[in-house]
């Protein structure tokens, strides 16, 4: 079993900035891919950010490229959502989960644990 915990999430103004973060712990000899996602009351989860095992590759969905980051730190089991020039179409919950699959699934049903998930809010 994996835990994850996910903090740093707010209320900022149009073309702000936050830094999301999870931390994993549990079983996490074994070091995942992860990823964040974001999901708005009734809609689908959408793939935000992906980053593999080892931080050596990223993946961005469309909507975010050029303005979020994610990166990782294994020595603190943590993986960070970097977000910049915010919108308020970036307000929603944001989730952080874990997969043994490639970090270039955006398919949230490759996932196999995830956060519990913190809310992010973008006014304009």
């Known amino acids: 079993q994996v835990q994850l915990v996910e903090s740093g999430g707010g209320l900022v103004q149009a073309g702000g900035s936050l830094r999301l973060s999870c931390a994993a712990s549990?079983?996490?000899?074994?070091?995942?891919?992860m990823g964040w996602f974001r999901q708005a009351p009734g809609k689908e989860r959408e793939f935000v950010a992906a980053?593999?095992?080892?931080?050596?590759?990223?993946y961005y969905a469309d909507s975010v490229k050029g303005r979020f980051t994610i990166s990782r730190d294994n020595a603190k089991s943590t993986v960070y959502l970097q977000m910049s020039s915010l919108k308020p179409e970036d307000t929603t919950v944001y989730y952080c989960a874990t997969t043994k699959g490639s970090a270039r699934s955006s398919n949230p049903s490759t996932y196999d644990y995830w956060g519990q998930g913190t809310q992010v809010t973008v006014s304009s």
């Open positions: 980053i593999s095992w080892n931080g050596g590759s990223t």
């Open positions: 549990g079983r996490t000899g074994s070091l995942y891919a």
